[in-house]
């Protein structure tokens, strides 16, 4: 039996991490047993009310099992263990990128660093190319994975400044 700390609550673990049985509050960076990513997911109750539930994904971890991030990790790599669902869009703010290739996270968290590597990955990106640019020149980071097939919307200021341009007389 292992014994888990998760805020000011310790509770008991089975020998095997089956991610439908987890707390939500240790779902999200929860590797299973069987090497599958937990997720946290929403689902509608009968009476439409909406709640969380920790779900066995897909992606197959390679050479990971039984698996459950340290507060510490999430932290440093400034991910949220309430978000639900995992996008790559997170790579495509400094702030986060600078955290997650901060040595602190890089270096010590290879299950989180894992899960992005494969999300910069999908998009054709390379995390430790991200991770040199963002070092170095933080918008240069987010132009080359932007240039790999990842298309944001329209900045606020650009959004603005479209608005407010005068439409074209027709020719």
Known sequence: MSFIKSGWFCFELA????????????????????????????????NGAVEYQCRTS????????????????VKACGVDRNSVG???????????????????????????????????????????DLCDAARYNPHRSMIQLMSSGATPGPSASESASIASAPASAPM
């Open 15 to 46: 020998a095997e991490i089956v991610c439908e049985e987890l707390p939500n509050d240790i779902c999200a960076f929860t590797i299973s047993s069987s090497g599958k990513r937990c997720l946290l997911e929403t689902y509608a109750t009968k």
């Open 58 to 73: 897909e992606v197959v971890v390679e050479k990971m099992a039984d698996y459950i991030e340290t507060d510490a990790c």
């Open 86 to 128: 995992i996008s790559s869009d997170a790579l495509l703010e400094p702030q986060f990128t600078a955290k997650l290739c901060s040595p602190a996270c890089y270096q010590n968290c290879p299950n989180i660093v894992d899960l992005y590597f494969n999300l910069a990955a999908g998009e054709g990106a390379f995390l430790p």
